[in-house]
């Protein structure tokens, strides 16, 4: 209930792309879907399933909605510097 609201309004910030084809609502984890999302490179996604916290390659902004939290992947903290 809660992931998909927020994977709905984070294009929002970079409204500039126009293109609503980079959310993917609902990702559980399969092979197939984590082979589409690394063949995608950028993508907005939705996941309930706590591993995706650990999978830093995945990401670079995890936005946690139950904790509140957002994590920046170590690999991308140079893009988000101010």
Known sequence: KEVLPVVRTLPQFVWHRQDQTLLRPFV????????ELKSAGIYCCGVTSAQFRQKTDYY???????????????????????
């Open 60 to 82: 670079d902004v995890f936005v946690d909605v139950p904790a509140r939290a957002i994590r920046i992947a170590e690999h991308a903290t140079g893009d988000f510097q101010l």
């Open 28 to 35: 559980v984890g399969t092979d197939a879907e984590l082979a």
